[in-house]
């Protein structure tokens, strides 16, 4: 086992060796996905003025015991002019606050007549309902730091803060090879034989990776021999990250070294104390980076999870390139763990994380079925269930 290098120093490797690409000014409508390579500071306030949190009534400043109503400020249309001692406006939820008010009351505790406001029993007008100037963010402060992916949610800041029609500066995204490996696959095109089996691995890898990549090249099924490899290789030689699943263990048929051998790369690593995924392969042609992924299914999906991914995400420019972990509590128990470390499937429920008792790395229906991975740290002893286990959450089935 002492050849094997240790999952954590294999995963910080790969990164070492991986660099962002270069920068794009991409308009931010187009930017989803994109990871931020400069921090964004805030072009305008949010909000810009006081606004009113509620439906209701601006009070003038001061303890008038009623109001006079002399007009209405809308969201978008403000009141024009200030409020003079017992004046009040009818405001709506996110109208601006007129000068000289305050405070809001909301329309559930006024009482109308006419212009006439006052306050209902129990009634109380209160500052808690407006929204002061820059509560949320300032003009110039950092709302999204370098690094950070732009999901959904961080575009709607970014253009609330200002960048709706600008550019923002993203990393370049990487395109992406994948070439399945094996003389027993089939791309489904004619029937089976009991010899074969259908070529899973590339479309479950592709998906994975797309949305990192700038595209997806699918290449293969490729048999088991050089020429046959050589070509793959060829095949993708354009692409920023190339990876292969299968032929990249022992056997007779294992051909991936010596064909990356013969095509330019330089292995950078091979077998990791992990399980599954031990027959994992790092190796780069100048700035090309080849990932090897073991074959059986489990273990390419637990390899392109902890490598490929981050190795894109890193390439793309993030921050943090590495999936997150969770600290929750085992539904069942767990046997003292073996010697490498060790990803396995598990279940999300009301009463835990609850492992699959599936461990074969071939066994794909109980991989669709996981929601999350638990870690197992070589030599761990036996847990109980109630104790804390480290997960990765499987969130989109592996790719976020
Ligand atoms: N003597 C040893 N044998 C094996 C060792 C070892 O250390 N000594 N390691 C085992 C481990 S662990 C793994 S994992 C496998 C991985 O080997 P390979 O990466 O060379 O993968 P293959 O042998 O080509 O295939 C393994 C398995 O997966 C199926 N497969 C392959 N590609 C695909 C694909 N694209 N889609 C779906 N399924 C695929 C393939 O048919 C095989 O059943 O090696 C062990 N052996
Ligand atoms: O590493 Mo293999 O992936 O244990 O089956």
Known sequence: MSELLDFDIAQQRLLDLAHPLPNELLPTSDCLGRYLRAPLAARRAQPAADLSAMDGYALAAGDAGTWRIVGESAAGRPYQGALEPGEAVRISTGALM??????????????????????????????????????????????????????????????????????????????????????????????????????????????????????????????????????ALDAASGADVIVTSGGASVGDHDLLRPALAEWGATIEFWKIAMRPGKPLLLARRKEQIVIGLPGNPVSSFVTAFHFMLPLLR???????????????????????????????????????????????????????????????????????????????????GGTA
């Open 314 to 396: 890193r390439l793309s420019g993030a921050a943090d390139p590495l999936p997150h972990t969770m600290r929750l509590p085992l539904a069942s128990d767990l046997p003292e763990a073996g010697p490498r470390t060790e990803f396995m499937r598990a279940t999300l429920g009301a009463d835990g994380v609850r492992p699959i008792l599936q461990r074969d790395s071939s066994a794909l229906r109980s991989l669709a079925l996981a929601d999350g991975l638990i870690r197992r740290d070589a030599h761990a002893p036996a847990a109980t269930a109630g104790e804390l286990a480290t997960v990765y959450w499987l969130q989109n």
């Open 98 to 231: 007129p000068g000289g008010a305050l405070r809001v009351l909301v329309q559930e505790e006024a009482i109308v007549e006419g212009n006439r406001l006052a306050l209902a029993p129990g009634g109380e007008a209160s500052e808690r309902h407006v929204r002061r100037r820059g509560f949320d963010f300032a003009a110039n402060d950092v709302v999204l730091g370098k690094g950070v992916r732009l999901g959904p949610t961080q575009l709607a800041l970014a253009i609330a803060a200002g960048f709706g029609a600008g550019r923002l500066t993203v990393g370049r995204l990487p395109s992406v090879a994948i070439i399945d490996s094996g003389s027993e696959l089939s791309d489904g095109a004619a029937p089976l034989t009991d010899a074969q089996v259908p070529a899973s691995n590339g479309a479950m890898l592709a998906a994975m990776a797309a949305p990192l990549a700038s595209k997806v090249n699918r290449i293969g099924p490729v048999p088991d021999n050089m020429a046959a490899l050589a070509d």
